[in-house]
């Protein structure tokens, strides 16, 4: 005998099922590409961020205006700018479907990153150009759009860099020299 309430249940279920592929659907067409990138923040996947040749692994940290922060899976943080990572390879262990329908609400831009850098005296090696450049020493001064790092090497001059060609920095861990 048919429980008309066991079907009833099923058919509810079945529509239930529909909508909510339906609606996750249409957030997938809104996906932008920061939005993305906080799925996978607020997931705590580990991922594998594609710059030029260079792989950031680790785990995204923060999404900002125009930054991208990465705890290294080697210890280090690394900041990169969305535009600047190609491709993006998440753990393959996700347990729901990344959307990435929104926008960031955090308000952290790579000036700001690299201000607080800058007043922790940081060591940090930038990467400019697509990996073409890179510069790695002491991040000691910042201005409007421009940043100086003293160099490592012993006597060694300091390097003024425009900071728009950065593509992604890596700050390194105190212990690190």
Do not use: C
Not at 43 to 55: F, H, K, P, S, W
Not at 96 to 104: C, H, K, L, N, Q
Not at 159 to 177: E, Q, R
């Amino acid at each position: 005998m048919v429980d008309p309430i066991d079907d009833a249940r099923a058919a509810a279920l079945v529509r239930r099922r529909r909508v909510t592929s339906e609606l996750t659907d249409q957030l997938e067409q809104l996906a932008t590409w920061r939005g993305t990138l906080l799925d996978l923040a607020e997931l705590g996947l580990d991922v594998a961020l594609t710059i030029g040749n260079e792989r950031l692994r680790g785990h995204v940290r923060t999404v900002g205006s125009d930054v991208v922060v990465i705890d290294g899976a080697d210890g280090h943080r690394y900041y990169a700018r969305p535009p600047a990572i190609a491709a993006i390879t998440a753990d393959r262990h996700v347990t729901r479907r990344i959307t990435g329908s929104r926008e960031p609400t955090v308000t952290t831009g790579f000036a700001t990153s690299l201000a607080e850098l800058r007043d922790h005296g940081a060591r940090v090696r930038l990467h400019i150009n697509n990996g073409a450049l890179t510069v790695a020493g002491r991040l000691v001064a910042l201005g409007h759009d421009v940043a100086t790092v003293a160099l490592d090497a012993p006597d060694a001059p300091v390097t003024i860099v425009y900071i728009d060609s950065v593509d992604w920095l890596v700050a390194f861990k105190s212990a690190d020299k």
